[in-house]
């Protein structure tokens, strides 16, 4: 019969050097060998050049002490701590930024994407040019502008501006402000913080349980913001409310108490969150517009409300599109923290590079580089990844 | 409402004007309360940050003071750009040889313009537009040139074996012969060469001074970084672009491996890399120029990010492409240079200027490992102790040409992208 012999064709005779599954593996053997000859070529130059140097290979190293300061430290650090130390302190540095550019730059960017589709003409100008203005300008020039405006323009500590009746002071050291004196209910307040997380997880889950049967909504964000700040208030409370501030007071040359930003932190944090909220502002401008118009409208007409309306039909399609390119965003926060050695904030890249410089331990400080922005990228890929599938549009 | 007679209706409002300055402004600016307040609130921001820009800017500035200390109390400092202009541009490069870089940034930006005129766009036009542009960009650079024998039998070799792999069934007898001819005399060539028959001969071309280039810097280092980073980058990630469709494992895994480290990790620290261990890489003696270094780091960068996008355009296309070509009995090899690429990369040229548009503003960070950028001379304007104090006039204006040129460039990506469109929309 005709049909079933079309999926059972008997495979032609060809020559060997004809055949594309014998080809294929020909060629495959003869690229991974070069490659493999290539590798072969560089480690056995590295590894000739490295004894004529006298430079022992290993991690050892890493246990010995760094000797070198390092200005603005998220945990105990001291010269006297080990080269591992000081790396991790590096690495610290780097989640500090990234995480806090990624939020930041996430809210402002989305404010300027919506702004420039605001029927108002002058607000939707306003924001075309900060797009045009920051995307079009290095950031690494942002950086120095910024931390040169600081250290520059801002007075000493002695003259430094105060703010909010003496409790911060703006100068060219930082940023300095009161915190709460050390207590140990803060810890308590910590606890009460995570258990209102999963409180809230769970009243969500309730909360549109009841709806999907009664039909009834359930105010579940603003339940959700009552129960997180509202535990820890509690506790707080019970706790004896210990209300003792450090405050920040000009001591000889600097201030002492309270706490500080400093000026490389502050910089750096403004420089990536304006220049890659730029890029924010454009792919959620195009999330948006990529929208068919009916669908705001069929919304209107089911009798939502204009927020009822973005939270449960417009965004949910939005970001469909806008996920895929925000996380690639995302990661360049992340790579891009690394600019930080050029304005002297101790970031990885700035820890790995003294390391280099005194060790001489070139390719295991580039391993550690790699392995540690590999790591956070794949990460952060596959939380996005995650999150893409999770709100993908699901096809029956 | 019941209806009235005629003669007793009220007559309705006329229709509010929107049409002329009155009414633009009614729709576009005034168009309900909150509308109008937030048009109120931008205006008084924007004219006090005008106006305080103007009156520092120029009304209050300085252009003629002949030191950092004459500028105090005025507004800008703009007299330190004029001392500094020739600086800024061109760095150390030595001060009566400047109108080399600056002749050589003109070339280059001829070669630009010239490639972005889709006349342009055939292959021998565009290899001679860039062989001269680069000829004379290097030739202005350097002062000299020295160009091994090799070099030359290299060019005819591929020059021969191109002609060969697209001409050979539509080209004349005699072309064909020629390239046949041409792919001769490389290969013979190159093997005398290697068998050290053939002497190191090298044409040498020497009309100025030389000038190495740890003495570049300015403008045209980032142009050539820029510029040649991506040149170079192109063909290869084409190239890491098919290897990740492909359906050979080994192949496809040691693209998707590469491409994913290389965009896993920062630019700085293949910077880094290039700067510190690529020493280590080399056989014992021979070294590396710290330009070029710097350049093979944003190469091996430029070409895993243009991978990417190619895949993109690679993908775009509908599968029905490579089976009529696979029907046409065409191989891989035509079959990817005469039917896929020249689809997929015309629907990724706008999103490669993107990527130019970027690798423009990221050759800054080679300031990070000692090479004097357009970005690092602007930083060397400041160290002057005479003129300290201004750092925001310097970086205004190099925030400024970068400007300039980016804009420009995403502008003709935008014009382009609706250009190659043409044929699609409706």
Same mark, same amino acid.
């Given at each position: 019969m005709a049909v079933e012999s079309l999926g059972s064709a008997p495979r032609v005779k060809v020559a060997p050097w004809n055949d594309p599954v014998i080809r294929g593996w020909v060629f495959q053997i003869v690229v991974v060998g070069l490659v493999g000859f290539l590798a072969w070529y560089l480690v056995s130059n590295t590894i000739e050049n490295l004894q004529r140097q006298k430079i022992a290979s290993g991690?050892?190293?890493?246990?010995?002490?760094?000797g070198f300061e390092i200005g603005d430290t998220m945990i105990e650090y001291s010269p006297a701590s080990t080269y591992a130390r000081a790396i991790w302190v590096g690495i610290l540095n780097t989640l500090r930024v990234a995480v806090l550019g990624i939020l930041l730059s996430t809210l402002l960017g989305t404010m300027i994407g919506v702004g420039r589709l605001s029927p108002n003409w002058l607000l939707s100008r306003i924001c075309g040019w900060y797009v045009e203005a920051f995307r079009n300008v290095p950031l690494l020039l942002w950086l120095f502008l910024f931390y040169k405006l600081i250290s520059e323009a801002f007075p000493g500590p002695r003259q430094a501006i105060s703010l909010l009746w003496n409790s911060v002071f703006l100068s060219n050291r930082g940023v300095y402000f009161p915190v709460p004196m050390a207590d140990p209910i803060h810890k308590w307040m910590g606890v009460a913080f995570l258990v209102g997380i999963v409180g809230s997880w769970m009243l969500a889950r309730w909360g549109r349980k009841r709806q999907e049967t009664t039909g009834q909504p359930f105010p579940i964000i603003s339940a959700s913001i009552g129960i997180l700040i509202g535990l820890p208030a509690l506790v707080w409370l019970a706790g004896g409310a210990p209300h003792h501030m450090s405050w920040p007071e000009l001591k000889g040359f600097n201030f002492a108490g309270g706490t500080v930003i400093q000026p490389e932190f502050t910089a750096l944090l403004v420089g990536l969150v304006l220049y890659t909220s730029a890029f924010v502002a454009e792919i959620v401008r195009s999330g948006i517009l990529a929208l068919h118009k009916g669908q705001s409208e069929a919304a209107a007409a089911l009798g939502l409300s204009r927020g009822q309306s973005m939270r449960l039909v417009l965004l949910p399609q939005a970001l469909r599109v806008i996920v895929p390119p925000m996380t690639s965003q995302y990661l360049n926060i992340t790579k891009n923290s690394s600019l930080a050695i050029a304005i002297g904030y101790p970031d990885l890249v700035a820890s790995i590079n003294v390391t280099i410089n005194q060790t001489g331990q070139a390719i295991e400080n580039i391993l550690i580089i790699m392995a540690a922005y590999l790591s956070v990228s794949l990460s952060i890929s596959a939380f996005m990844n995650w999150y893409n599938k999770r709100i993908a549009l699901r096809e029956r | 409402m019941t209806d009235l007679p005629v003669g007793e209706r009220k007559p309705l409002a006329p229709p509010v004007d929107d049409s002329g300055l009155v009414g633009w402004a009614r729709r576009?600016?005034?168009?309900s309360w909150g509308n109008g307040i937030t048009t109120v609130v931008l205006f008084a921001a924007i004219g006090w940050v005008v106006s305080w820009f103007v009156e520092w800017?120029?009304?209050?500035?300085?252009?003629?003071?002949?030191? /950092?200390?004459?500028?105090?109390?005025? /507004?800008?400092?703009w007299a330190l750009i004029r001392e500094k202009l020739r600086l800024i541009f061109f760095?150390?490069?030595?001060y009566e040889q400047q109108w080399r870089p600056l002749l050589a940034v003109v070339a280059m930006l001829a070669m630009l313009i010239a490639t972005s005129d889709?006349?342009?766009?055939r292959p021998w036009r565009l290899l001679a537009i860039w062989s001269v542009g680069s000829f004379v960009t290097f030739l202005l650079m350097f002062g000299q040139l020295h160009i091994p024998l090799s070099l030359f039998l290299f060019a005819a070799l591929v020059i021969g074996l191109g002609g060969l792999a697209f001409?050979?069934?539509?080209?004349s007898a005699g072309e064909v012969n020629a390239y046949r001819a041409l792919v001769a005399i490389g290969v013979i060539g190159i093997g005398l060469r290697f068998a050290g028959i053939l002497p190191a001969w090298k044409l040498g071309i020497a009309p100025f001074s030389f000038v190495e280039t740890g003495q570049w810097g300015g403008l045209p280092v980032t142009m050539i970084l820029a510029t040649y980073g991506l040149v170079f980058a192109f063909p290869y990630g084409i190239l890491l672009a098919l290897g990740r469709r492909s359906n050979l494992p080994l192949i496809k895994g040691l693209c998707v491996g590469f491409i994913e480290l290389i965009r896993g990790v920062p630019l700085i620290s293949l910077l880094i890399m290039a700067s510190v261990m690529l020493p280590l890489f080399l056989p014992t003696g021979v070294t590396f120029d710290k330009f070029l270094r710097a350049q093979v780091a944003v190469i091996l960068f430029a070409g895993a990010y243009i991978a990417e996008i190619i895949r993109g355009g690679l993908q775009s296309l509908p599968k029905g492409q490579f089976e009529a070509a696979d029907a046409m009995g065409l191989n891989y090899f035509q079959k990817t240079t005469l039917i896929i690429l020249p689809q997929a990369l015309r629907v990724v040229i706008p999103p490669l200027i993107n990527t130019f548009i970027g690798f423009f503003k990221d050759t800054s960070l080679v300031l990070i490992i000692g090479i004097f950028d357009f970005l690092n001379t602007a930083n060397q304007a400041l160290v002057d102790p005479a003129w300290a104090g201004y750092p925001g006039e310097v970086y205004l204006f190099a925030a400024f040409v970068y400007f300039v040129f980016c804009y420009s460039m995403s502008r003709y990506s935008k014009h382009l992208e609706i250009e190659l469109n043409k044929g699609t929309r409706r």
């Open positions: 991690f050892h190293y890493l246990e010995r002490e760094a | 576009n600016l005034f168009s800017a120029i009304l209050t500035a300085n252009f003629t003071a002949s030191t /950092g200390a004459e500028c105090r109390g005025y /507004g800008a400092c760095g150390t490069y030595p889709r006349r342009m766009w001409r050979r069934q539509v080209g």
